[in-house]
């Protein structure tokens, strides 16, 4: 019977909780990181190992080892997030996939470049091999991608794995073609829509037949045995930043990691981030390739409000004649951003968000993209009866229908969120696109996420005056990023046209990305990243009263805190509900990381609140 005698008593995190640290027994050591099963009020919950301690005066529960474990290196940037982003351990550990303790890896495959690198690309990539933060600051169509494969190829000829982040599953399709060209089998794909598949890569990872994994930023979780190379494609992309319970950033994550685990970490950009560019100009560590196709855009700039001109149709028919292909981007998907009575100015709203709800005529419906109501269209003003509405800011699919009226022998798509739902319909329109079987294709964001289209000799640019207009500190990157990245889509292999649409051409007349980010360093000296860290606290209530009665009660505080953090602001959300929920906010900022962090938490255990580090978004 003393074999059974309990011996070992752990503090253990429970998984996806925020739940305090808890103490439980095991008849069997465990290890730190190691995932038991435990039981918490008469449920079964997986919870991981934190620490081990003495026998405690009351009772323990037992625990039953599962197999399963984070890694050294999982812990330790588990344990990071959790202090950084203000999360709980559960959370945080949450975010990771746990290695079998099984696992092995086993010699490298010997693998060969498919395309060899010009004379540029070959200085670029010696100098970055031996350092351990760079910037690749390459432009549209400089050939990013050929020196990413390269610093691969020689990682794994080291024995070491490679991780390649996209922001997007929309960029991975033809990047994965390029890739499996070289790497074939050895190469896995990662990200949150995969389902079924992602156990036959895991097991790949971890017996070795898989050295380079290209995903999204979910993929800096898996469990990596030797990982030798992390690579941040698109680095100035939004998508890198979590919008859920842990509202972490993968790119600075895994800058972290360079850090903190001696792991080369490689960001990559046409159009890099301030923070980037300030941080790696510091180091001395930016590098640029030029574009290595001669082709050419002449850039046509007309000094009107975002609408189909005549002059927009004509340079269209122009390129359609010559059998060449159109893109037509603008921010806005839908027919219009919002439906307003003349009489008297309301808005049509969603009833549970206090966000305008998005006409959608193909579907004859109206719906919120916060929360996903739906109703029917609007034809009598709810607020005073009028029957005169009108739809402000246009979208994609007004765009796209009028350019069916306008060109009936042409065959015009839509690429946009409401239309390319799954990876299957992405990969089906762009493959039909390439293929010319698409003459026009009109979409959103995603039209610039690096997608190769060889025959588009005319991009049209509009609606970026609705960006740079946005309420946020960053709506002339926003802007000026996505007039760079869209108007890359053309002139890839031929000469071809770029028109922008704006009433403030002045703007965007920077010839050169990086004289944009000088000039924007100087606007946000002193006042905004990277010269200072923001944070915002985020409190929610059915009740409205309730719901600024917790933000005022730790204002109250805010304003009186002993650690040099400012106040920027406080009171209604930029949207003010969703889901029936009032939301009311408080906007910190500081030079000092360390002082805001420890702010933050004292602050955030007065009233219970959404904590967000270094927010993208403050709304």
């Not at 290890?31 to 009772?59: D, M, N, R, S, Y």
């Not at 390269?150 to 922001?167: A, N, R």
């Not at 319970?245 to 960001?267: C, F, Q």
């Not at 065959?411 to 696109?433: A, C, S, V, W």
């Given at each position: 019977?003393?074999?059974?005698?309990?011996?070992?008593?752990?503090?253990?995190?429970?998984?996806?909780?925020?739940?305090?640290?808890?103490?439980?027994?095991?008849?069997?050591?465990?290890?730190?990181?190691?995932?038991?099963?435990?039981?918490?009020?008469?449920?079964?919950?997986?919870?991981?190992?934190?620490?081990?301690?003495?026998?405690?005066?009351?009772?323990?529960?037992?625990?039953?080892?599962?197999?399963?474990?984070?890694?050294?290196?999982?812990?330790?940037?588990?344990?990071?997030?959790?202090?950084?982003?203000?999360?709980?351990?559960?959370?945080?550990?949450?975010?990771?996939?746990?290695?079998?303790?099984?696992?092995?890896?086993?010699?490298?495959?010997?693998?060969?470049?498919?395309?060899?690198?010009?004379?540029?690309?070959?200085?670029?990539?010696?100098?970055?091999?031996?350092?351990?933060f760079s910037l690749l600051f390459g432009q549209t169509g400089s050939g990013k991608s050929e020196v990413y494969?390269?610093?691969?190829?020689?990682?794994?000829?080291?024995?070491?794995?490679?991780?390649?982040?996209?922001?997007?599953?929309?960029?991975?399709?033809?990047?994965?073609?390029?890739?499996?060209?070289?790497?074939?089998?050895?190469?896995?794909?990662?990200?949150?829509?995969?389902?079924?598949?992602?156990?036959?890569?895991?097991?790949?990872?971890?017996?070795?037949?898989?050295?380079?994994?290209?995903?999204?930023?979910?993929?800096?979780?898996?469990?990596?045995?030797?990982?030798?190379?992390?690579?941040?494609?698109?680095?100035?992309?939004?998508?890198?930043?979590?919008?859920?319970?842990?509202?972490?950033?993968?790119?600075?994550?895994?800058?972290?990691?360079?850090?903190?685990?001696?792991?080369?970490?490689?960001?990559?950009?046409?159009?890099?981030?301030?923070?980037?560019?300030?941080?790696?100009?510091?180091?001395?560590?930016?590098?640029?390739?030029?574009?290595?196709?001669?082709?050419?855009?002449?850039?046509?700039?007309?000094?009107?409000?975002?609408?189909?001109?005549?002059?927009?149709?004509?340079?269209?028919?122009?390129?359609?004649?010559?059998?060449?292909?159109?893109?037509?981007?603008?921010?806005?998907?839908?027919?219009?951003?919002?439906?307003?009575?003349?009489?008297?100015?309301?808005?049509?709203?969603?009833?549970?968000?206090?966000?305008?709800?998005?006409?959608?005529?193909?579907?004859?419906?109206?719906?919120?993209?916060?929360?996903?109501?739906?109703?029917?269209?609007?034809?009598?003003?709810?607020?005073?009866?009028?029957?005169?509405?009108?739809?402000?800011?246009?979208?994609?699919?007004?765009?796209?229908?009028?350019?069916?009226?306008?060109?009936?022998?042409?065959?015009?798509?839509?690429?946009?969120?409401?239309?390319?739902?799954?990876?299957?319909?992405?990969?089906?329109?762009?493959?039909?696109?390439?293929?010319?079987?698409?003459?026009?294709?009109?979409?959103?964001?995603?039209?610039?996420?690096?997608?190769?289209?060889?025959?588009?000799?005319?991009?049209?640019?509009?609606?970026?005056?609705?960006?740079?207009?946005?309420?946020?500190?960053?709506?002339?990157?926003?802007?000026?990023?996505?007039?760079?990245?869209?108007?890359?889509?053309?002139?890839?292999?031929?000469?071809g046209n770029v028109i922008l649409q704006s009433l403030n051409l002045d703007f965007f007349s920077y010839e050169?990305?990086?004289?944009?980010?000088?000039?924007?360093?100087?606007?946000?000296?002193?006042?905004?990243?990277?010269?200072?860290?923001?944070?915002?606290?985020?409190?929610?209530?059915?009740?409205?009263?309730?719901?600024?009665?917790?933000?005022?009660?730790?204002?109250?505080?805010?304003?009186?805190?002993?650690?040099?953090?400012?106040?920027?602001?406080?009171?209604?959300?930029?949207?003010?509900?969703?889901?029936?929920?009032?939301?009311?906010?408080?906007?910190?900022?500081?030079?000092?990381?360390?002082?805001?962090?420890?702010?933050?938490?004292?602050?955030?255990?007065?009233?219970?609140?959404?904590?967000?580090?270094?927010?993208?978004?403050?709304?």
């Amino acid at each position: 019977m003393s074999s059974l005698k309990i011996s070992n008593y752990y503090q253990v995190a429970l998984l996806d909780s925020n739940s305090p640290i808890l103490t439980y027994s095991s008849h069997s050591p465990l290890k730190i990181g190691e995932i038991a099963e435990c039981t918490l009020v008469g449920k079964k919950h997986k919870a991981v190992v934190i620490e081990e301690v003495k026998k405690p005066e009351f009772e323990c529960k037992p625990l039953r080892a599962i197999g399963e474990s984070f890694s050294e290196n999982q812990i330790k940037l588990a344990r990071f997030i959790a202090q950084y982003y203000c999360a709980s351990l559960g959370k945080s550990f949450a975010l990771f996939v746990p290695k079998s303790l099984s696992a092995f890896l086993d010699t490298p495959p010997d693998l060969k470049p498919s395309i060899p690198l010009s004379a540029i690309q070959s200085k670029v990539f010696s100098q970055i091999k031996s350092q351990s933060f760079s910037l690749l600051f390459g432009q549209t169509g400089s050939g990013k991608s050929e020196v990413y494969i390269h610093l691969f190829l020689e990682k794994i000829s080291q024995g070491k794995q490679c991780l390649f982040l996209m922001p997007e599953i929309a960029l991975t399709p033809q990047m994965q073609k390029r890739l499996e060209v070289v790497f074939g089998s050895y190469m896995g794909v990662w990200h949150s829509k995969m389902g079924a598949k992602k156990k036959k890569v895991l097991e790949g990872l971890q017996k070795g037949e898989i050295w380079l994994i290209i995903g999204t930023r979910s993929a800096l979780f898996l469990p990596f045995s030797n990982l030798g190379l992390i690579v941040v494609d698109e680095e100035h992309d939004d998508s890198y930043k979590s919008q859920h319970s842990v509202k972490y950033n993968a790119r600075d994550l895994a800058i972290y990691m360079g850090k903190s685990l001696a792991i080369p970490i490689l960001l990559g950009s046409a159009t890099p981030s301030p923070t980037s560019y300030f941080l790696a100009k510091k180091q001395n560590a930016i590098y640029t390739l030029p574009k290595h196709f001669d082709s050419k855009n002449a850039l046509i700039l007309l000094d009107e409000p975002s609408e189909l001109s005549e002059s927009i149709f004509s340079h269209i028919h122009t390129t359609l004649k010559k059998g060449k292909q159109v893109i037509v981007f603008l921010p806005t998907r839908a027919n219009f951003k919002s439906v307003i009575c003349e009489s008297c100015g309301y808005g049509i709203q969603c009833p549970f968000c206090s966000v305008a709800m998005s006409l959608h005529l193909k579907e004859k419906r109206m719906q919120c993209h916060y929360c996903g109501y739906v109703q029917e269209i609007v034809q009598i003003c709810p607020k005073c009866g009028g029957t005169s509405l009108f739809s402000k800011r246009i979208g994609t699919a007004q765009v796209a229908d009028e350019l069916m009226r306008r060109f009936l022998e042409y065959k015009i798509e839509i690429f946009d969120r409401d239309h390319i739902k799954t990876q299957k319909e992405l990969e089906k329109t762009l493959g039909k696109f390439q293929k010319g079987e698409i003459d026009i294709l009109v979409g959103t964001q995603i039209l610039s996420k690096g997608h190769d289209y060889h025959n588009v000799a005319l991009v049209v640019i509009m609606g970026l005056d609705y960006v740079l207009r946005s309420g946020d500190y960053r709506a002339r990157e926003r802007a000026q990023s996505l007039f760079f990245q869209i108007k890359g889509r053309g002139g890839r292999k031929y000469d071809g046209n770029v028109i922008l649409q704006s009433l403030n051409l002045d703007f965007f007349s920077y010839e050169k990305y990086e004289d944009f980010l000088e000039d924007e360093l100087k606007f946000r000296e002193e006042l905004y990243p990277p010269f200072v860290r923001l944070a915002t606290l985020t409190f929610s209530h059915k009740d409205e009263r309730r719901a600024e009665m917790n933000m005022q009660k730790v204002m109250q505080k805010a304003l009186n805190n002993p650690y040099g953090v400012s106040v920027v602001g406080g009171g209604s959300a930029g949207v003010a509900k969703i889901k029936t929920q009032y939301r009311y906010m408080i906007l910190l900022k500081c030079k000092s990381a360390s002082a805001l962090l420890k702010c933050v938490r004292e602050l955030s255990s007065y009233e219970k609140c959404e904590i967000d580090i270094d927010p993208l978004n403050i709304v």
